[in-house]
């Protein structure tokens, strides 16, 4: 952080990643908590000789900075955490004084705390939060990240495994890779070479893949993936509060095409699934709920009370998978980083073709609805959970209201109200102009494919605004209100 970020920040409130301290009377006592904050969230940094008033900063400076800087790396090298942190130091000269600037990276041994384990903070907005046990549970789960479920449960075997989903998953594999090695093998064989079993004894991730669902709950408690399909924008104003709920499936692989046909369904796409769960046509959208989908079954922390929850709104769709990231969000977004943290899970997938590999699969994901909807989806992140949000529906548009229907359609609405919103009203304007053009001329003009102008025709067609005359190829289209 140069001067001019540092100024920057200073005109500002306090964010997630930065933090003014007055300082004027030596280190303050809270400083150690938001050293632990940053430690365990994601990093940030802590300015000292800057005080705050209300939501203004001013700047004080320090009667004593090398002393300063000497006592808090020392202090942060030395015993009073249980993990020794080494900050980026920097020194800024204002004519108020000199201010000292400390960046605490964030730890790959959390949690990171001072004197006892119950000095263990997270950062939550522009705050420091003394983190909770189950938090605490889910930094040392984090530690060995990736290798959870890869070990073997004690008096689990081959005889906990549901049987019909064996046989589905072994079919499902030669139907769609008849040349995978692994379907020459036997169960038994097979097992073992995808760590299902080790030396006859189940995995966790084999359990939780295609083991029988008393068998599941028995270690974990209360095991489930929660889908909601929900009438409104939010919880709040839902009545009811939900028009659907997915019923219990026997284990991940059950859930994984119980939960992609709902997904189907929301898109109300016009054509059928083939067997092996594809699309009959280029459906990129579809593909970015399914790599949204294993995404989360891949990487979800089972060991969490937490559960991973799918939620349906009317406007948007919500995947929420707990379990921190291996690293920050916007590296991985950035490099795609393949660190699942089922390693097994993930390849079971792999080997079904799913999942083309064990990362996060964030660039199908936002390629394919932004070909769908114009807008990317949204993903946010905490130390211990990821959202992945999917509008649908273009984001950041200013709704046109039409107003009634001015002649048109016989024995149209009269005085009632249209609203489109501006994608809506580019393909109006292309039909207006040309009642001619084709569908793949309006896509091609407009930048998206042709999948996402049938969701904008069909718009407009339900609500009057046009109509098709004649036959797809010769025909041509009609409007029906003047805009």
């Not at 001013?58 to 300063?68: A, E, F, Q, R, T």
């Not at 705050?127 to 789960?141: H, V, W």
């Not at 219990?248 to 059950?254: D, G, L």
């Not at 709104?313 to 921190?324: A, S």
Request: charged share 25%; glycine share 8%.
């Amino acid at each position: 952080m140069n001067k001019q970020e540092l100024v920057r920040k200073l005109v500002d409130i306090e964010w997630e990643d930065f933090e003014v301290k007055d300082a004027s009377g030596g280190l303050p006592k809270n400083i150690w908590e938001t050293v632990s904050a940053f430690s365990n969230t994601a990093g940030g940094w802590i300015i000292l000789g800057v005080q705050q008033q209300g939501k203004q900063f001013h700047i004080k400076g320090l009667s004593s900075p090398d002393k300063m800087e000497q006592d808090f790396t020392n202090t942060l090298r030395g015993e009073k955490f249980n993990v020794k942190i080494r900050p980026v130091c920097k020194k800024y000269n204002f004519s108020e004084g000199i201010l000292l600037a400390f960046y605490i990276p964030l730890s790959n041994k959390k949690p990171v705390y001072y004197n006892t384990l119950s000095n263990t903070f997270v950062r939550t907005a522009s705050g420091d939060q003394r983190a909770t046990k189950e938090e605490i549970d889910a930094m040392f789960r984090d530690q060995a990240f990736g290798t959870q479920t890869d070990k073997v449960i004690d008096g689990y075997a081959v005889k906990d495994l549901h049987k019909p989903s064996v046989e589905q998953y072994r079919e499902y594999v030669q139907r769609i890779n008849p040349a995978q090695p692994y379907n020459r093998l036997t169960n038994k064989d097979l097992f073992e070479k995808l760590r299902i079993t080790d030396k006859g004894r189940l995995t966790y991730s084999g359990l939780l893949f295609l083991g029988n669902n008393d068998a599941i709950q028995s270690v974990f408690t209360d095991f489930r993936i929660d889908y909601f399909e929900i009438p409104a924008t939010d919880y709040a104003s839902a009545n009811p509060r939900y028009t659907f709920r997915l019923e219990e499936q026997e284990n991940i692989w059950q859930y994984f095409f119980a939960l992609f046909d709902r997904l189907r369904r929301s898109l109300d796409l016009p054509f059928k699934l083939s067997a092996e769960g594809f699309a009959a046509e280029d459906y990129p959208q579809l593909e970015a709920l399914r790599e949204a989908l294993v995404n989360l079954l891949m990487h979800t922390d089972y060991f969490s009370p937490a559960k991973p929850r799918i939620r349906v709104f009317t406007n948007r769709i919500e995947f929420f998978n707990p379990g921190g990231l291996p690293k920050p969000l916007a590296t991985i977004m950035r490099e795609d980083i393949s660190i699942p943290r089922n390693g097994i899970i993930a390849k079971l997938f792999r080997v079904a073709r799913l999942a083309e590999n064990g990362g996060y699969g964030f660039d199908k994901m936002i390629k394919g609805w932004k070909s769908f909807t114009g807008s990317k989806p949204k993903f946010e992140a905490t130390f211990d959970s990821l959202k992945a949000t999917f509008y649908l529906q273009e984001q950041n548009e200013a709704p046109i209201d039409i107003g009634g229907q001015k002649g048109g359609q016989k024995g149209g609405q009269k005085g009632g109200q249209k609203i489109i919103t501006e994608r809506q009203k580019e393909v109006y304007d292309l039909i207006k102009n040309n009642p001619s053009i084709s569908r793949e001329a309006m896509a091609e003009a407009l930048s998206i494919n042709v999948s996402a102008l049938r969701k904008r025709l069909d718009a407009l067609r339900k609500k009057s605004i046009i109509e098709r005359v004649g036959p797809a190829k010769g025909g041509y289209w009609k409007v029906l209100t003047e805009i």
